[in-house]
Each structure stands twice: as structure tokens, then as C-alpha cells.
């Protein structure tokens, strides 16, 4: 019963392929988030989505498209990977009229 | 200028003794609120405790404080009685403003590693 899951937990791919993680959260939630860990362990937002609807789009390249087809899942497509887009990146979600956001077990991924 | 600051890179506590994790934050919003998050080894992000900036009573999880002084614009992790299990990583996070503002983001901290000692 997992509350925010992502697939895969581990993503190696050579350097211009193109690649997707997947997030279902199963709370209810009405609001889904994905973050980027860098090397140095910090912690950035790059996309929200309330309701299907995006609302945070933060300066991401364009390589980087959220969809969201409906308000329990919210994936991230990356176009032309490049090697700076190792990381791990952590899907999360929120209920609207709380606080804590819960975030998935994260997608640690490889360019090489 | 950095929304919030952890000043402390690394951090050792004995094993059952309390210790103090800071943290500092910088915004203009009268609303806004304070999170602590904890990352062990294993990667992923546990959510420990909130602090919104109209609570007048500092908040408390378990062995969880947050000594929130606004004036001061610090947000510290108190950990009483730290465990072996503590040891881990800790990432101070603000949400600024209303959410129909900023849509509810978390601006992060650098992190503070804490390593408990036996």
C-alpha cells in the first residue's frame, strides 16, 4: 500500500536517448510535485500540478515535459538526455488544505 | 540571497543525548510555512514536522521539536534523545506565501548530515 510510488527506482541510458518515470500517488491527493536532487544532495523544485493543471513550472529546459492524465499520477518525459541531467529525481504529492508533502522512494538516473 | 540557510554541513550527537539542527529562512511573506524532512541512507524523503508562521506554539513530533523564533527567522530541529537510527541526513524546506501565490512549492535547505554516535 504505498502511498507515492515511482518506476523505475533506477534509469541508465546513454547520453540523447529519450526517457519517462512514472508517478501514482494513491492519498487522494489533489496535487503532484517533481523535484531534482543533485550530486551536492540539493533539493529543487521543477514542476505542480493541481487537479491535472500545471502550476509551477520553474526554469526547466523545454526537454523536460509533465503529464498528468489524471490528479493520481503525474509523469516526467526527458527529451535529448544530457549527461547534467543525472540525478535523482523525486516525484511528491499534497492535499490542498495541508502541508506535508509526500514524496515517492525517488528514480536515481544515470547518463552517460 | 538564500531563502533558507543550514549553516552546519555535518553534525555528531551521542547516542541518547538531544542535539540541535538550525536553520534560517529569508522571506518578505507574512504567511508562510516550515518543514523538516529527513533523508537516511536509503534515499527517500520522510516528512518530520511543520511549522506555519501564524502557529504561536512551537510544534512537536514524538522526539521532534521545531524552536521556531520569527523574529530571529530561525526554524531549529530540536532531536531528543537521539537514536542510531537518527543518523541521516536533514533538509530544512519553506513554503512561501499563500499556495495561490506560489503554488505550494518547498524551497530547500543545503541539508545537515548527523551522524549518531554509540
Not at chain 1, 40 to 54: A, D, G, R, T
Not at chain 1, 56 to 79: C, G, M, Q, W, Y
Not at chain 2, 55 to 66: I, K, M, P, V
Not at chain 2, 106 to 116: D, K, N, Q, W
Request: proline share 3%; with cysteine.
Amino acid at each position: 500500500d504505498t502511498a507515492v510510488s515511482q518506476t523505475p527506482k533506477y534509469l541508465v541510458t546513454q547520453m540523447g536517448n529519450d526517457k519517462s518515470i512514472k508517478c501514482e500517488q494513491n492519498l487522494g491527493h489533489d496535487t503532484m510535485y517533481w523535484y531534482k536532487q543533485d550530486s551536492k544532495k540539493f533539493l529543487k523544485i521543477m514542476f505542480s500540478y493541481n487537479n491535472k493543471e500545471l502550476i509551477i513550472n520553474e526554469t526547466v529546459p523545454n526537454r523536460f515535459s509533465p503529464k498528468s492524465p489524471d490528479k493520481a499520477h503525474l509523469n516526467l518525459h526527458i527529451n535529448s538526455l544530457e549527461l547534467g541531467d543525472s540525478a535523482v529525481y523525486f516525484c511528491a504529492s499534497s492535499q490542498e488544505l495541508h502541508n506535508e508533502q509526500f514524496f515517492g522512494p525517488g528514480t536515481r538516473l544515470t547518463v552517460l | 540571497a538564500q531563502k533558507i540557510t543550514q549553516t552546519q554541513p555535518g553534525m555528531f550527537v551521542q547516542e541518547k543525548e538531544a542535539v540541535t539542527l538550525d536553520c534560517t529562512y529569508d522571506t518578505s511573506d507574512q504567511s508562510y510555512g516550515l518543514f523538516w524532512y529527513k533523508q537516511p541512507s536509503s534515499g527517500e524523503m520522510i516528512f518530520l514536522i511543520y511549522q506555519g508562521s501564524y502557529d504561536e506554539q512551537n510544534a512537536t513530533e514524538g522526539r521532534y521539536s521545531l524552536n521556531f523564533q520569527k523574529a530571529r527567522k530561525s526554524a531549529n530541529l530540536v532531536i531528543s534523545a537521539s537514536q542510531l537510527g537518527d543518523s541521516a541526513m536533514y533538509f530544512c524546506a519553506m513554503r512561501e506565501g499563500y499556495r495561490a501565490k506560489y503554488g505550494n512549492k518547498l524551497v530547500f535547505g543545503a541539508g545537515t548530515i548527523l551522524r549518531v554516535k554509540s
